[in-house]
């Protein structure tokens, strides 16, 4: 009964458009649609008076006879061939039965029509005139480029290379497809709908926060994993860590000295991420804490300071780094008001230079910045308040910033006039900042992971010895061209040195 109906169907097709010629009346076999569809390759199967064979899902084949694996893949390759094609179409029928589809020009005689076979799944073409008289101008296929349609060609570029700009996104689509006038919100939909194919609803992550910091403790004991929600409508609002390794390896293996920075997170709801970035003793980044949260503002630099003193204590000597911008202040004043406070110089100078421009100035403020001892920066400062009495004042009024090495204290002096290990820190966290929360948090952890194995497995194919090799590197180029000098040794630690 079932082919019956098909052949009556057909009929009423060839009759509707009798300008198409002699249908195509095929003799099909019972297989299974499973064996006409490709699952590894995603491309489709077809039989055509032979043996089976793989057409291009790029350029699908639409000849009379061809078959699909069911409707929607039909579907999808009568738009595919349309975008290909640069014209545009609109459906007559579109039954789970069958279709059928002319081109959108009304005095246009492109025209197809499938339907399903016995099987009831697979779908075959069974007429097709593929004749197009409308112009190629009155034909393009942009309204064929649904929102589905870029996803489909997109998802393998998101998972690829993480987040695409929407402009990006269609000068590829253009330039592959010729795509003309498709408007911005379809691309952008057409994005979101590719990281949901990737990632999943993204509101309904966040119902696996506490989940995922039961899992991260269940792991990794000790450690310091917190979140915060909404009071009102218990919407997620902060997420903390601090894994145990991290605490212990900056409190018994880094100078306390430690870089604060945020930065922009990427993914459909945005927020910061904050982190507090320390130096190993090999003069390798070393992350201690980070965090999700709203924004950068004294709330949320306070809320992470406040659970990074949790994890890491009183540290004697403990000098912080920042830009000085959104928050540090008062939240480093709050948490921990015995902390040494220093500015990163190349922001400090940022600011100056829009004030006081000039190279003279910038040679001046930073040979002040770069002095060792007091008496040389002072001499620097004079020289700049000859030059200008306002730019000193400007520098002067930095009084609550460390910004000059002559101005760090003991416990941990070096060098570091610059935050550059924070924004390290935001480099190394790269392509995780585009993911949605869960996989942002755990793509961290196995950077985290990763770095400490590897240095664990460099260190030890270190030979023994009492310096680290960065610091024994930095020894030897120093002492190169010391010969000169008559070393006479009261200790094996102290010295006395004659020229």
Not at 18 to 24: I, V, Y
Not at 336 to 343: K, L, S, T
Not at 399 to 413: I, L, N, V, Y
Request: aromatic share 12%; with cysteine; net charge neutral.
């Amino acid at each position: 009964m079932q082919a019956e109906k098909d052949t009556e169907g057909d009929a009423r097709e060839r009759t509707e458009d009798g300008e198409l010629g002699e249908a195509c009346e095929n003799v099909c076999s019972e297989s299974s649609y499973h064996e006409l569809y490709s699952s590894d390759t995603g491309q489709f199967v077809t039989e055509n008076d032979g043996p089976f064979d793989h057409h291009d899902v790029e350029d699908p084949n639409i000849n009379v006879g061809i078959k699909f694996q069911n409707i929607d893949c039909f579907r999808d390759a009568l738009r595919q061939h349309a975008i290909r094609k640069e014209f545009s179409m609109k459906y007559l029928r579109s039954e789970l039965s069958r279709v059928t589809a002319k081109c959108a020009d009304p005095d246009c005689p492109w025209r197809i029509h499938a339907s399903v076979m016995h099987d009831k799944v697979t779908f075959q073409i069974k007429t097709h005139n593929p004749t197009h008289t409308c112009s190629s101008m009155n034909r393009r296929g942009t309204s064929m480029a649904s929102a589905e349609w870029i996803s489909n060609k997109i998802v393998d570029w998101l998972r690829h290379e993480g987040d695409i700009p929407i402009s990006h996104i269609k000068k590829r689509l253009q330039r592959t497809y010729g795509l003309d006038n498709v408007p911005y919100h379809r691309y952008w939909r057409g994005k979101d709908k590719g990281n949901f194919k990737i990632w999943g609803s993204y509101e309904d992550l966040y119902a696996l926060v506490p989940s995922m910091r039961a899992e991260l403790l269940k792991r990794n004991k000790d450690s310091i994993i917190h979140y915060t929600v909404d009071d009102v409508d218990h919407s997620f609002e902060r997420f903390f860590v601090c894994f145990k390794a991290c605490s212990s390896g900056f409190i018994n293996g880094c100078r306390p000295f430690i870089g604060l920075d945020g930065c922009h997170l990427k993914s459909k709801y945005l927020g910061s991420l904050l982190a507090a970035t320390a130096m190993d003793g090999n003069s390798g980044l070393f992350p201690v804490a980070y965090a999700i949260v709203e924004g950068e503002n004294s709330s949320s630099w306070q809320w992470f300071l406040e659970y990074l003193h949790e994890a890491i204590g009183n540290v004697n000597g403990l000098v912080f780094m920042s830009d000085r911008g959104k928050g540090f202040d008062d939240a480093v004043k709050i948490v921990f008001p015995q902390a040494e406070h220093r500015a990163c110089m190349r922001h400090l100078y940022k600011n100056f230079k829009r004030k006081y421009p000039g190279e003279f100035l910038e040679r001046l403020v930073w040979s002040a910045a770069r002095a060792y001892t007091p008496q040389w920066h002072a001499e620097f400062m004079r020289q700049i308040e000859v030059v200008s009495k306002e730019a000193l004042n400007y520098l002067l009024a930095e009084k609550d910033h460390c910004w000059s090495r002559a101005m760090f204290g003991e416990t941990a002096r070096c060098h570091y006039l610059t935050n550059n290990m924070s924004e390290s820190f935001n480099a190394f966290v790269g392509d995780a900042r585009f993911k949605p929360i869960i996989y942002c948090i755990d793509a961290i952890r196995q950077k985290l992971m990763k770095i400490m194995h590897n240095r664990r497995i460099k260190a030890q194919q270190w030979t023994a010895g009492v310096l680290v090799p960065d610091v024994q590197k930095q020894i030897n180029e120093l002492s190169k061209g010391n010969g000169g000098y008559d070393v006479q040794r009261s200790t094996d630690v102290r010295a006395e040195v004659d020229t």
